[in-house]
């Protein structure tokens, strides 16, 4: 049976704005003169009286019930009901209660309920019609108004009158329709992202002794009520254990009754990779915690059943801020009380939704991806934060685009979250060593071998770790399968090289190629990268090529911040970061990236050799050379050279990558039959040429000439008259380095 408080939680439940109070035509002008008396408003969404009664799931009515029930229809024939308690036959009306405002219907109440009313404050009806006729009676006397089907009903105190011919049309939600919405938000809710969920079974979650810094550091953030960033935002690279980190987290504050909803987004499990879900399972777990929040969020779910298909920011609003704030007005429920952490992990791995990315591509439905988390962040922000509300969010995500963006300088969240960069700012390789040691302990036990491993066993595999669990926590995987020898697998991994049938790092190669594979897809997908070849550029970070970051950009045609658009899909493997001469470099934050890049039995479709790398390079250095129309105006020195003009010298300087024994003998028929050695043969015949090459280094020149020497004998047997051109250029400058070198140097450094 329905009770008051699920009424009285439906009214706070958010809506439309109310229309201005209508209007009750006085039919006896006589008595009231000419005019209209307002009818009251609806009462304000907000709760007054949060010990009411609220509905169960099971349709009960919590608190004590009577088996006496009671109706409106029946008050108003109330010879029906001669057991009601009514103290007198004709009582006067006192002033009005809050039931003389419920609309009629056929909605019980419970004996409790009557009496709860009765002990309720009066409320205050407008006062009668300022424009009286002359001898008007200068108060409203309900009881004799001329309303046709009058029956007044009282309890001795307070007055029902229900003749209103002009009856109010919203009906109060009965039990039933407030428990049906609430099964409507479950229906829109992920369980398998929930922190305890039977689907996250053994969520991988730090040890005691493990990841202490960072653990103390995010739960007094979490705990410092009064911070002034009601926001923190933990990036780190994949693998980095951000989701372990909170997994601990969401169990530390649910054992100290803190947790108000945790969200474990997930790119492997559909029920939790999308963000169609993510605002009713936090409002799911929010309402859990308190009976009439929970009436209010099904409430709202009642006045719009569509909310679910609204932006993230109104869904928000409507299931989250407004039910919220509504309790927040009660003064019988002290906010304070109320778990207030609200943790979200993943927030990289959030994807469109099904039903605007089923027919879009790879790289459209990242783009909507991004779109989204965006959106998501963009809802925190307006609706959680811009409130007085009690929350404070806790966000974990790998350093992609979207929440890189919002945390960068004139970022959106860049003054308002509080920023943990996990993999910077915590050295993770004493826990690595912590963690190996104690799994390796374990399996000692169960195989009855304690000493089966040894601390340099555990040494080696930290090392490669490169301060990543994802790498110790795959060894392990591998290590303890259940029917293989742990001795055995451990020597396979610390043995392990490529072209061995076995794969220890399988999780990891999965991890990779699924970065660099997408990736890959985002940046050519861009009209501008037509004819890139991202894996190609890439593979040229991996290499140390020599040439400063700056002038390779230009050699390689590319726009000036060419590093940076390269590896925007990738900061959760990569990072920028300046060298000793202030240009921007590329490092990696996993050691065993480069290895699978560099290794064609696990990279597969991902793999370029070397020789491919160096001959795309090479390629273009002939093709800087031949375009190239500074050869007569170079300055004496580099540093007055420009841009194009220091790229000329060092297209030159390089070209001895010819030896790497790239399949370009195309490509060096055309330089030579262009007159490319010519034009090398004019910059090194000026006065200053051999200085602004090889800045008087006479180790250099020699080299040059000796590696462009073994080209061009490679090239002979296939192009023989191109061979022929270059070799007696080479001979020419040969006999000119010899001629500038000073006596014995050149015989000093072959010692």
Excluded at 190 to 213: G, H, I, M, W
Excluded at 430 to 454: A, H, K, N
Aim: aromatic residues 8%; negative net charge; contains cysteine.
């Amino acid at each position: 049976m329905p009770a008051l408080g699920a009424t009285l939680a439906y009214l706070q439940a958010p809506a439309a704005p109310q229309p201005p109070p209508r209007h009750r035509l006085v039919e006896n002008f006589a008595q009231f003169g000419s005019g209209s008396m307002s009818e009251p408003p609806l009462p304000p969404p907000s709760n007054p009286y949060p010990h009411l009664t609220a509905f169960h799931p099971s349709g009960a009515v919590s608190g004590p019930t009577s088996t006496s029930s009671y109706s409106l229809e029946g008050m108003n024939q109330f010879s029906l009901y001669p057991n009601s308690p009514v103290d007198s036959a004709n009582p006067q009306p006192p002033a009005v209660s809050i039931v003389d405002i419920l609309p009629q219907t056929s909605y019980h109440w419970t004996a409790e309920d009557l009496e709860l009313l009765s002990n309720l404050p009066p409320l205050e009806l407008p006062s009668p019609c300022s424009n009286a006729a002359p001898g008007a009676a200068s108060n409203v006397d309900l009881t004799r108004s001329s309303f046709p089907q009058h029956a007044p009903f009282s309890n001795g105190r307070h007055y029902v009158d229900v003749p209103n011919p002009t009856p109010l049309t919203l009906d109060p939600p009965t039990h039933a329709v407030l428990f049906d919405r609430w099964e409507i938000l479950q229906k829109h809710i992920a369980p398998n992202a929930l922190y305890n969920s039977s689907a996250r079974f053994d969520a991988p979650k730090c040890d005691e002794d493990t990841r202490v810094e960072v653990t103390r550091e995010l739960m007094e953030w979490i705990e410092d009520r009064g911070g002034p960033q009601r926001l923190l935002c933990m990036t780190g690279t994949a693998g980095s254990g951000k989701s372990a980190l909170q997994q601990s987290i969401a169990e530390r504050c649910a054992e100290d009754g803190i947790l108000g909803a945790a969200y474990f987004i997930s790119a492997a499990d559909p029920s939790r990779n999308t963000a169609a879900t993510i605002i009713p399972t936090i409002a799911y777990q929010l309402g859990l915690k308190h009976p009439v929040l929970q009436c209010s969020i099904a409430g709202a779910v009642r006045h719009d059943p569509f909310i679910f298909s609204q932006s993230l920011k109104t869904q928000m609003d409507v299931l989250v801020v407004r039910p919220f704030v509504s309790l927040g007005g009660s003064e019988e429920y002290d906010i304070s009380t109320f778990p207030y952490a609200i943790l979200i992990d993943g927030l990289d791995e959030c994807q469109g939704d099904p039903s605007t990315t089923t027919n879009l591509g790879r790289v459209k439905a990242k783009y909507n991806a991004e779109d989204r988390q965006a959106e998501l962040l963009s809802a925190i922000k307006n609706s959680l934060l811009n409130h007085d509300l009690p929350f404070r969010v806790f966000v974990a995500s790998r350093p992609e685009l979207p929440i890189n963006t919002a945390l960068g300088a004139g970022g959106t969240l860049c003054e308002l979250a509080y920023h943990i960069q996990l993999s910077n700012q915590y050295d993770a390789t004493d826990d690595m060593r912590r963690y190996l040691r104690r799994r390796f302990q374990d399996i000692g036990l169960r195989i009855g071998q304690p000493d089966w491993f040894t601390e340099g066993n555990i040494e080696s595999l930290v090392r490669a770790g490169s301060g990543q669990f994802v790498y110790v926590a795959t060894v392990f995987k591998y290590v303890s399968e259940r029917r293989a020898s742990p001795v055995h697998m451990l020597k396979t991994v610390l043995n392990w090289t490529p072209g061995q049938a076995t794969r220890p790092f399988e999780a990891l190669d999965i991890l990779y190629t699924n970065i660099l594979s997408n990736a890959k897809e985002a940046y050519e997908a861009v009209d501008a990268h037509s004819g890139r070849d991202f894996l190609l550029l890439l593979n040229m970070v991996r290499f140390d090529l020599g040439v400063f970051r700056d002038l390779l950009n230009a050699l390689l045609n590319l726009e000036h911040n060419a590093l940076e658009i390269l590896t925007l899909d990738l900061r959760s493997l990569l990072y920028l970061r300046e060298d000793k001469s202030g240009t921007m470099d590329v490092a990696s934050y996993h050691k065993s990236l480069f290895d699978f890049m560099a290794e064609e039995n696990r990279a597969k479709d991902l793999y370029v050799p070397a020789s491919r790398v160096y001959a795309h390079v090479t390629k273009c250095y002939m093709q800087h050379i031949i375009e190239s129309t500074d050869l007569h105006s170079l300055p004496d020195k580099r540093e007055d050279m420009s841009v194009s003009e220091r790229c000329l010298i060092t297209a030159i300087a390089e070209l001895e990558s010819l030896n790497r024994r790239a399949a370009i003998d195309d490509e060096i028929v055309d330089f030579t039959h262009k007159g490319g050695w010519h034009k090398i043969d004019m910059v090194l015949s000026k006065p200053s040429g051999f200085d602004i090459i090889f800045s008087n280094d006479w180790d250099e020149p020699f080299e040059w000439i000796s590696n462009l020497g073994h080209a061009a004998g490679d090239l002979k047997q296939r192009r023989p008259e191109a061979a022929a051109i270059m070799s007696e250029y080479l001979e020419k400058w040969e006999t000119f380095f010899d001629e500038m070198c000073p006596e014995g140097e050149d015989d000093s450094n072959a010692d």
